[in-house]
Structure formats: C-alpha cells, structure tokens
C-alpha cells in the first residue's frame, strides 16, 4: 500500500513539473500562447494632420512619447505619406476619407474630429432682423469664398433654394485663401464672405462692427436634418488590425486632447507657433465656433453614413462616386 501511494504521489508531481515546463515554455518561447498582448508599434505612433481646426485637437499630444505629430499644409503631401505607409493616422477631409476608401479600401475612419466650422461673415448693415431677410440682404451684393467644387460650394448652392436667393450663386467671387476674402471685405465692407473658423472669428475682429451673419451649419441641419462633418481621423487597415490596442489609447488621448484644447487654448500658443497653425490671437476668439468635437463608435458611424447619403445624392463625385460601405467604420 506504501509504494502504491509513493507511486501516486510521485505521478502527480511529476505531472505538475510538466505543466509548469509547459507554461514556462508559452510565456518564455512563445509569446503568440497568450492571446491578450499585441505586438509592440516600433518607435512613436506617426500622426499627419492638416493645418486647420483638426491639427489643433492634436496639440496636447505633440506633449506625449507616444506620439510624433507633423501637421501639413498641402493635402497631397498628407495623402501621398499615408499611401506609402509613412504615417500611421492621419486627419483628412471627410470627403477625402470616403473617396480614399472607395479608391483602395485599405483604411477605416476611427472617429471625427471637426463639425462645420463654416460662417458667412459681413458688415451690421447687411445685418437683418431674421435669418431671411439676411439672406436677402447678402443676395444684394457680393460674396467672396473658398472652396470652390467642394463641400463649402455645395452647401451654399442648397441653401440658396429654401432662402430663395438663388441669385447669389451668380456672384459669387471665389478665392484660394481666407485671407483674401478678409482683405476684400476690409477694402469694402458691402462685400459678405463665406469663411471657415478661425478666419471668421478673424474677419469679425479685423473689420469692427461686423458679424458672423450666418451659421451655416445651424442652417443645412435645419433643412436637411443633416449634421456637415468637416473632417475626420483615419487609420490604415493594417495598422488597426496590427495594433488595436494603440488604436483604443490613441482615440483616448485624441479624445482628451481635444476637452483640453477647448476648455484652455491658450495654453497651446506655444504648440500653435510651432506648427505654424493661425496667428495667436485668433485661435482664442474662435475656440468654441471653430467646431473641433470628438465623435467615435456608433455614434460617428451613424452621423458619417447620413452626410454621405446627401453627398450621394447631391456632389457624389466629392466621395469618389458614392457613399462607402460600413467597413470603412472603425466600431471598438
């Protein structure tokens, strides 16, 4: 009976040996045994971001070792890196997201990062007592904007049919830069101008008693029930596959970054400066218009499909012909 339980017992230690080599073996040698790590990104998350209202809810994580941010002033420059694998995320037009993807497929939209920001800036005599009678005294005379054969273009010729100012569509003066718009309104101020945060909050401060005359986002989700999302952050398909973990902690820290710059811009002069990214007085009258907004998740997927259904029906070449499939939503 005594050898018999020795036997036993040494079986059963034995068989504990074995799985401990066993498990030794899985945490030492084989790292692909455990199924919760990831592999670890080489080196710092690579962000390109356009200068304008998207490179600013990044700044505060310019301040992080995770991340290396540049902010570029040419859209071709962004894209091309991107299609080369030279960054890793990037923030793009959304439009530009929808057309990538019907291009290649190779990229998901992880969140939205900018509403419109967009604002018809005039004179307080072009001023009316309602939003009609504004739109009719803008129709009198000129407007100068930006963007033409895009989005901001497509907004303003549906706007013009609800306020029956059709005529505005003929004279409109369409320039490359903001900046133009204000120098023509500062030279004369019957001149109205369509112009994206910060240039309005800009224009306003520039001209004296002027306004922002209309939201024109207010507007078109009035009419349309639409919300006019300006831009968006993207990922390559590889690299979310590659890295979700860095994908869920980079949209935490987006999503912080941008409560911080809005709760205190000033405090990001120093990085504005840095990335040359509008002048240090403008960021702070404009904050809370220029319309920069965290939105992830079901809730950006279901606002992104309902803005690209009306640019399906209205500008489908802005998106690359039509509105893209659900996979090019980023879902946690």
Known sequence: MLNIKKTSLTIQNSKRIFYVFILTLCVVLL??????????AIGKIRIDALNGPTALGLLDLAQNDKYLLTVSANLDTLLANFSRNDIDIATVPSNTAAALYNKSKNLQIIDINTFSPLYIVGDEKIKGENDVQTWQNISKGEICATGKGSIPNMVLNYLAEPFKVKSILEKIDWQSSPATCIQKQLANRKIAALLPEPYASSAVKQMGRAFKLINIGEEFLKFTGVSIVTGVTIASQDFINKYPGSIKQFLQ???????????????????????????????KEA??????????????????ISFYAWLEKNQAKLIGGAAPDKNIYYIN
């Open 287 to 304: 904050s809370q218009d220029i319309n920069i907004s965290f939105s992830q998740g079901d809730d950006a997927q279901t606002k992104l």
């Open 31 to 40: 790292p692909s045994c455990t199924s919760s790590d990831e592999p670890k």
């Open 253 to 283: 820290d987006h999503n912080s970054s941008i409560e911080k710059f809005k709760s205190d811009p000033e405090s990001f002069q120093t990085s504005m400066e840095r990335y040359a990214i509008y002048g240090k007085d403008v960021v």
